[in-house]
């Protein structure tokens, strides 16, 4: 089992930037590959971005390529998400997850593909 903590999200106005983190405990985190993924309201689950259990594989989303960064930190078992340029559509609650597993790692990118997942932190970009 792998317990998940999200923090750092808030109210923030258009263009302006946001550090989520996520701490986790539990398994070894260091073989586990991360997941941000986000939820509008009335909106399905959507994928933000991810990154290997190593730090050296990572991808994002089209829509947050060139303003969000995804790392991890893998000897303070933490991983997070830095935001900047934000867009009132990147208004949502945001999740990080986990997933453990060869191919997983290589390519986990959909919410059904993640066991593990925080509660949420709810960002809201004001216009």
């Known amino acids: 089992q792998v317990q998940l903590v999200e923090s750092g999200g808030g109210l923030v106005q258009a263009g302006g930037s946001l550090r989520l983190s996520c701490a986790a405990s539990g398994r070894t985190f260091s073989s586990c590959a991360m997941g941000w993924f986000r939820q509008a309201q009335g909106k399905e689950r959507a994928f933000v971005a991810r990154i290997s259990s190593s730090g050296g594989r990572i991808y994002y989303a089209d829509s947050v390529k060139g303003r969000f960064t995804i790392s991890r930190d893998n000897d303070k078992n933490m991983v997070y998400l830095q935001m900047n340029s934000l867009k009132p559509e990147d208004t949502a609650v945001y999740y990080c997850?986990?997933?453990?597993?060869?191919?997983?790692?290589?390519?986990?990118?959909?919410?059904?593909?993640?066991?593990?997942w925080g509660q949420g932190t709810q960002v809201t970009v004001s216009s």
């Open positions: 997850a986990g997933v453990y597993g060869y191919y997983a790692d290589i390519t986990a990118k959909s919410p059904g593909e993640y066991e593990y």
